[in-house]
């Protein structure tokens, strides 16, 4: 019943927490069905903030986030950043509980054992059915994994045989045994074999020894057993009779007693098929049992593992994160020669600094209207323009523009362009040029860099296709050999 108490507990937690945190606000575009965790994580976020303000702080998240979204506050991003990792850690754990309970309600469904030790037969024509058991005898505890029979019909229909069948029969029934001769493990006796649509009916001429059902009892001594099996198809009707012998088997004590207990289980049922309930037996040998019905029930080990996959979600997002920042810095490098030599074509046809940067800023702003990929570098530039309309002076525009990207290319670029503007530069354009010639080198040996690690990174799978060829060219020349 642990589940079961894990989940009320949680879900009491979750509708309590729900309910402190109504009042709370989420973001637009929110999916419907994380806003409540949303808001939770968003009231959770502000208590702990609070009394514990150094539980959310961690200087690399932060300036990993003001790196991917600059000019926004740092604050602002740090909140939605740490409200968004907790809320879907909280929607992976509910989930996982909910999903373990469903398990065990499942589990719980397929317990057909009552408590008084009764067991509900099927009719003839839903068939049998099978569930593992324990039986906590005295100090002892046994397994078992028991076949309950349908409930016969008072009449039973009798099918026909085959002649093909009657001839194999020795075979089907041997089981783990080496020959009829040498019998000391069960026999396969069913009704049906293979795809013959054959009914058969066995009888043994010692059922103490060997049983109607295969079950090969204790003996000490070695014995004959004649085994009539009536064999019909449609109207036709045939006996045959098959030659047994039985060989004692040596058992511990253990063993011993697990036989015992097990053909005291197949009596059971044997005796009571005809009722409507098989009632296990109560007692052996004096000493009371107790049978409990085994079922697998995996739910607090799904609870645990949720547990774990939601500790390793709020993890790897710091990851994910940075992985982001990384993939950012990586476009910025590969866009820098472009963004350069813009630079000096604009400025070498007579355009002012800041009039190339609109000029370049505004064709990329109008792309992306029309559907154009986003640009972070792009983006950067069409930021340092805004800043040039609400009324920041052009230099300090530009230092934003360098430090913002994080990168030693621009902020080089963006010290050049500021120094031009304070001091003035009549070998700006020199340098222009030398930086774009030196920009467009560093990306060609960025490009063959990239090129050399995709080549290796290729070469498992040529050599995996290299051995598949081999294998078609040579083995049919090895089969015609």
């Not at 109560?282 to 547990?307: C, F, H, K, P, Y």
């Not at 074509?345 to 990329?364: C, E, H, N, P, S």
């Amino acid at each position: 019943e642990g589940m079961y108490w894990i989940t009320m507990i949680i879900s009491f937690c979750f509708l309590g927490l729900l309910y402190f945190a109504r009042k709370e606000e989420t973001g637009q575009g929110t999916a419907s069905v994380l806003k409540p965790f949303y808001k939770i994580a968003m009231y959770l976020y502000k208590k702990t903030c609070r009394h514990f303000p150094k539980l959310f702080s961690s200087p690399q998240v932060e300036k990993d986030l003001v790196q991917l979204h600059p000019g926004e506050s740092r604050e602002c991003l740090k909140t939605q950043y740490y409200v968004r990792k907790t809320a879907l850690c909280m929607a992976v754990i509910l989930a996982g509980t909910l999903f373990g309970a469903a398990c065990r309600f499942s589990a719980q469904e397929k317990i057909i054992l009552g408590e008084d030790g009764a067991i509900h037969r099927l009719n003839y024509q839903e068939g049998e059915r099978e569930i593992n058991v324990a039986a906590d005898y005295g100090q002892q505890q046994m397994d078992f994994r028991v076949k309950i029979e349908p409930r016969l019909l008072p009449e039973a229909e009798i099918e026909a045989l085959t002649e093909e069948l009657r001839a194999r029969l020795p075979e089907y029934i041997l089981g783990r045994n080496e020959s009829l001769g040498c019998v000391t493990e069960d026999l396969v006796l069913r009704e049906h074999y293979g795809e013959f649509p054959v009914f058969v009916k066995w009888e043994s001429s010692s059922p103490g020894s060997l049983s109607d059902t295969g079950q090969v009892f204790t003996i000490e001594d070695e014995e004959d057993v004649i085994i009539k099996a009536y064999l019909s198809y449609g109207g036709y009707e045939q006996t045959e009779e098959l030659h047994v012998r039985l060989m004692p088997q040596q058992l511990t004590e253990e063993e011993e007693r697990y036989r015992q207990m097990e053909e005291l289980l197949i009596r059971s049922q044997s005796d009571s098929v005809r009722e409507a309930e098989w009632r296990l037996p109560a007692s052996w040998q004096g000493e009371e049992i107790q049978w409990r019905q085994i079922v697998e029930d995996n739910s607090l080990l799904m609870w645990a593992g949720t547990l774990v996959v939601s500790v390793l979600v709020f993890i790897f997002l710091d990851k994910d994160l940075h992985e982001q920042l990384e993939k950012r810095k990586k476009s910025l490098r590969r866009e820098y020669p472009e963004i350069v030599h813009k630079l000096v074509l604009f400025v070498g046809a007579g355009m002012t600094i800041r009039g190339a940067f609109q000029k370049i800023a505004g064709d990329y702003e109008v792309k992306r209207r029309n559907g154009g990929r986003f640009s972070p570098a792009y983006e950067e530039m069409l930021y340092t323009c805004r800043e040039l309309y609400s009324g920041i002076s052009e230099g300090l525009s530009y230092e934003h523009f360098g430090k913002r990207t994080g990168l030693q290319e621009y902020v080089k670029l963006s010290a050049l362009l500021a120094q031009n503007l304070k001091r003035g530069n009549s070998t700006l354009m020199e340098r222009l040029r030398e930086e774009a010639e030196k920009s467009a080198e560093e990306r060609l040996q960025q490009s063959k860099k990239m090129g050399e690690e995709a080549g290796t990174k290729l070469l498992v799978p040529m050599v995996l296709m290299l051995v598949v060829v081999m294998a078609i060219i040579m083995l049919p020349a090895f089969s015609n050999m």
